[in-house]
């Protein structure tokens, strides 16, 4: 798995301004993230096209809302971090990036003496985001615990797509100019 640039990492206070906006919006806020959607469709259409086509499965209620809010918001995190730096992730790109979540599974899969799941390399290159998708994937479960008929397996699918969806947006962030200025004085 590619480690994620340094230049790429989404601050939590960026996630904690959308929530705390979305608070704030009230009944606005579902048009916040309706215009949220209508752009990631348009400026990530692979990515969407592929979050889509898992939220779209026959999946437990609260596993396909909590799976269109965290891929809304994660997009807007980057979308307002970055700006145009954000550019779209190709086909190739998010083929990539689901292959090396899923041979970096089985790698770990097979060294049960391995220090660190998956989750928590994701966790270590862009933490502000897997806290935020913890918190609210916490919510969901404890709602299981407390009742509710939630299925474990539909919600664990996506949070597997969350991981993709947060790796695929790190690696399509072009470096700023001080990154690429130190990159340069790197090779001199």
């Known amino acids: 798995m590619r480690p994620v640039p340094p230049f790429a990492v989404v601050d939590r206070a960026v996630l904690d301004g959308i929530e705390n906006e979305l608070s704030r919006a009230g009944e606005r806020a579902d048009a916040i993230l309706d215009a949220a959607f209508d752009r990631f469709e348009e400026r990530q259409v692979e990515l969407a096209r592929h979050v889509g086509d898992v939220l779209d499965r026959p999946l437990d209620e609260t596993a396909t809302a909590l799976g ?3 891929s809304i918001v994660i997009f807007m995190a980057f979308e307002r971090a970055f700006g145009e730096r954000l550019e779209a992730v190709s086909t190739d790109a ?18 049960p003496t391995e220090p660190l799941d998956l989750e928590d390399v994701v966790a270590h290159e862009q933490p502000g985001i897997m806290a935020f998708v913890h918190l609210h994937l916490e919510a969901a479960l404890e709602e299981a615990a407390s009742g509710e008929d939630v299925d474990v397996d539909d919600v ?23 990154s690429k200025a130190g990159g340069t004085e790197l090779l001199a």
Not at 166 to 172: E, K, Q, R, V, Y
């Open 68 to 70: 269109s809010f965290l």
């Open 156 to 178: 664990h699918l996506v949070y597997q797509t969350m991981l993709v969806q947060t790796l695929a947006l790190s690696h399509a962030v072009a470096p700023d100019e001080r």
């Open 94 to 111: 998010l083929k990539a990036t689901v292959d090396s979540l899923s041979l970096e599974e089985e790698l770990r899969a097979r060294a």
